[in-house]
């Protein structure tokens, strides 16, 4: 069966500092990959997805980036954290969507709380 | 792009059937998900509709209509763990995208 694993669980880290949050997902070959935010009580936010080893696709314009240095492995990165950035991030997998059939759930990991002071 | 509405809050008793809405205005259409979010835990997947109907899985069935944009997720029998966020999300033919609504918070009360 296919597991996803995220981490750290929670992170707290100061205004203008670096982050790398990774992701991993085992049991499945190419499958999409993606990076929600969700603020408190808010819906999910998709920042980056992915359809491949070096394919990303960026859905939100900010100091946030991703990359895909392998094919089950997603990392999203910041050079220097805001305040605003703080929020519950969420890596999520699913197939590849096949043809012109109806699409993949996504699975979502355990998430990192990030609290930026 | 697409356009995701659900109610806030809804409130309901242990026992009670309980139904949440959920519209969608999108293009290039492909299919409604339902989540489960317990508070500060991730997303469950809970069920898919891509065709017109009603989807039935134990306690939890969910229903669309492609030609209305509605669907709604039913709740039986609830029980005080179905206290949790309800996430809709409409699925897009370009690739494998979701757009999330919201969600609906469903406060289960004895």
């Known amino acids: 069966s296919q597991t996803i694993h995220q981490w750290p669980a929670t992170l707290v880290q100061p205004v203008g500092s670096p982050l790398s949050l990774e992701c991993t997902v085992e049991?499945?070959?190419?499958?999409?990959l993606y990076w929600y935010r969700q603020a408190a009580g808010r819906g999910l936010q998709l920042l980056f997805y992915?359809?491949?080893?070096?394919?990303i696709s960026s859905e939100v314009p900010q100091n946030l980036s991703a990359s895909r240095p392998q094919d089950r492995q997603f990392i999203l990165s910041s050079k220097k954290l805001l305040l605003s950035d703080s929020g519950f991030y969420l890596c999520?997998?699913?197939?590849?969507?096949?043809?012109?059939?109806?699409?993949?759930?996504?699975?979502f990991g355990d998430g990192t709380r990030l609290s930026i002071l | 792009g697409q356009n995701i509405d659900q109610p806030t809050e809804m409130t309901a008793t242990e026992g009670a059937i309980v139904q949440i809405n959920c519209t969608y205005q999108?293009?290039?259409?492909?299919?409604l998900f339902w989540y489960q979010q317990h508070a500060g835990e991730a997303p469950t997947f809970l069920s898919y509709?891509?065709?017109?109907g009603l989807e039935e899985k134990g306690r939890f069935s969910s229903f669309l209509s492609r030609s209305k944009g509605y669907s709604y997720l039913l709740l039986k029998e609830l029980q005080m763990k179905d206290s949790a966020s309800y996430l809709c999300?409409?699925?897009?033919?370009?690739?494998?995208?979701?757009?999330f609504g919201g969600g609906t918070r469903l406060m289960v009360k004895p």
């Open positions: 049991g499945t070959s190419n499958p999409n």
């Open positions: 999300a409409g699925g897009n033919n370009a690739g494998n995208m979701l757009t």
């Open positions: 999108t293009s290039g259409f492909n299919g």
């Open positions: 509709n891509v065709l017109d």
């Open positions: 999520a997998w699913s197939a590849a969507r096949l043809g012109t059939g109806g699409s993949q759930p996504q699975h």
């Open positions: 992915s359809v491949g080893i070096g394919q």
